[in-house]
């Protein structure tokens, strides 16, 4: 919950003050979840790509007080701003998430979804179906990746070849992986659910639950106080 | 010498939290013309030794020696490495994609750039192989054969690149007994009909012992035992047992035998050979 109010935050920041308020809080976390700082730094590594062209796009992109020309784009005051700010904010972003992720296993996650979108039951939204289809989705991510790297290596082992070759020519290289992926998703899916069957699994109404979320104290004072820090950074305006 | 390992190590996920070390400080000779078995407990790095075998692993440490060439030196050299050692996986099965058996075949062998009028004569050989009929079978999609037809349908497709070392990972796991037996004999074929050299992982003592001509023990990342069958399971019982690993029934049979008094041999490792024992020792008193 706190997380969701924590990026709401994010997007609200308007002042570089907040933000800095923000950053601080959200290490803090980080720092007391006792998260591998290389973990973290691992997760970030593949969007710096995404943060320096939002970053990009903004210096030259920006109307505004003009302080240096390249050919006919502006880089402007204005500009670097805005981009060094949006760039912030993105990066707290993916900060925030992969510390939730980081924290949270995935089954307390979607049973936590689960909860939070129960209030659509009224408007028949099949709440626990999702949830049950989120965590199956997050169950099998590994499952998929080892096999991935299993097939490929198989065809290689064959005389497979995925490195040469033009643009087209290396799409079709994938075929081999892919088809023989898919093909195990789905008598895997296929098993899944006549296991689920056997086990009489219904869904929805009067389930109970293995492990039942409790909201405790800690986590009461803990969105006390980050509801306090949001407000206080949405407020500064400086 | 053929394929030769020199203080080969390897370890997963080099540099990370979760730092596991697979293979230690492993020394290997393997000649043409063996037949070699892999037993160990799971977990113990079999698979990972296969996979460096084919050069599809590159060593932390060590060097890995095919005729004599370092095969980490040079990437143009891996896939020629490739064409001569033919990689089986667990559930080979698993990667099929293509609509008809022949042309699941001529992948590989199309990869390694075969002409056409060469890749037919591969295709058909390799199906006479694994003693797969070739016009009952080339237009047969690969997901409507049986279990154990597909297991041998991808070894053929492994065959077609035609390689001189043909590495196993458990070929028979999760097979019938029927389909399991043919297999087997398909793979003692390769070795004394068509003179290919098997390294083989397996969990069947039985299977092991009666087919290999050498039998590498792994525990733990290391080669511990490295011997003929008989000498393995003769002097090694206990240790064998201390890492989980079983011997032969009939090993184990003869064993008690030999226990209770009775003068056999405790180093049988057929039915075949026990029952002459136990014979001699009938027709003895």
């Not at chain 2, 990370?16 to 293979?23: G, K, N, Q, R, V």
């Not at chain 2, 690969?142 to 196993?168: K, N, Q, V, Y």
Request: glycine share 6%; hydrophobic share 45%.
């Amino acid at each position: 919950m706190a997380v969701i109010l924590i990026i709401i935050a994010i997007f609200l920041v308007k002042s570089w003050s907040g933000l800095v308020i923000i950053g601080a809080y959200l290490f803090i976390n980080i720092f007391l979840a006792k998260v591998h700082p290389k973990f973290v730094l691992k997760g970030i590594q593949p969007l710096i790509v995404i943060l320096l062209f939002t970053l990009l796009i903004h210096f030259f992109t920006t109307q505004g007080e003009i302080i240096y020309r390249i050919w006919v784009l502006n880089i402007t005051r204005e500009g670097i701003q805005r981009g060094l700010f949006i760039a912030v904010r993105l990066f707290y972003l993916i900060l925030s998430t992969s510390w939730l992720t980081l924290t949270t296993s995935p089954i307390s996650l979607t049973d936590g979804i689960e909860r939070l979108l129960s209030f659509l039951k009224i408007f028949k939204v099949p709440a626990h179906e999702i949830a049950m289809m989120m965590t199956i989705a997050l169950r099998f991510i590994p499952t998929l990746m080892e096999e991935t790297e299993k097939i490929t290596k198989a065809q290689i082992a064959r005389g497979a070849d995925f490195e040469s070759g033009n643009f087209i020519k290396r799409i079709q290289n994938f075929l081999p992986i892919i088809i023989p992926l898919f093909i195990n998703a789905f008598q895997r899916a296929d098993e899944l659910s006549i296991a689920m069957e056997a086990r009489c699994y219904r869904g929805g109404e009067d389930r109970t639950h293995y492990r039942q979320l409790l909201i405790t104290n800690t986590d009461y004072i803990f969105f006390i106080i980050t509801l306090i820090i949001l407000i206080g950074s949405y407020l500064l305006i400086i | 010498m053929f394929i030769h390992l020199k203080n080969v190590s390897y370890t997963y996920n080099l540099n990370m939290p979760f730092e596991t070390e697979a293979l230690k400080s492993i020394n290997l000779k393997i000649d043409k013309g063996e037949f070699i078995g892999i037993i160990g407990h799971t977990g113990c790095g079999k698979t990972t030794l296969l996979q460096l075998l084919n050069g599809l692993l590159e060593p932390t440490e060590g060097q890995i020696l095919i005729d004599s060439i370092d095969i980490h030196k040079n990437k143009q050299k891996l896939r020629e490495i490739r064409k001569k050692i033919g990689l089986a996986f667990q559930y080979p099965e698993n990667q099929f994609f293509e609509e008809t058996i022949s042309k699941e075949i001529a992948f590989g062998p199309k990869n390694i750039g075969i002409s056409d009028i060469e890749l037919e004569q591969r295709i058909k050989r390799s199906l006479k192989m694994v003693d797969l009929d070739y016009s009952l079978y080339k237009d047969r999609s690969p997901f409507s054969l049986s279990g154990g037809e597909m297991r041998r349908a991808a070894i053929a497709s492994i065959l077609a690149i035609d390689p001189e070392i043909i590495i196993l990972d458990e070929p028979t796991a999760s097979l019938d007994p029927q389909s399991c037996y043919k297999l087997l004999s398909v793979i003692v074929n390769l070795y004394q009909k068509y003179n290919r050299t098997i390294i083989m992982v397996s969990h069947n003592m039985e299977i092991i012992s009666e087919l290999t001509k050498r039998i590498i023990v792994m525990e733990k990342g290391r080669v511990i035992m490295d011997d003929t069958p008989r000498n393995i399971f003769k002097y090694s019982i206990q240790k064998l047992e201390s890492i989980g690993l079983s011997l032969p029934q009939i090993t184990y049979t003869m064993y008690k035998l030999k226990k209770i008094g009775k003068p056999v041999s405790s180093a049988i490792l057929t039915v075949e050979e026990a029952k002459d024992e136990i014979l001699r020792l009938v027709k003895k008193r």
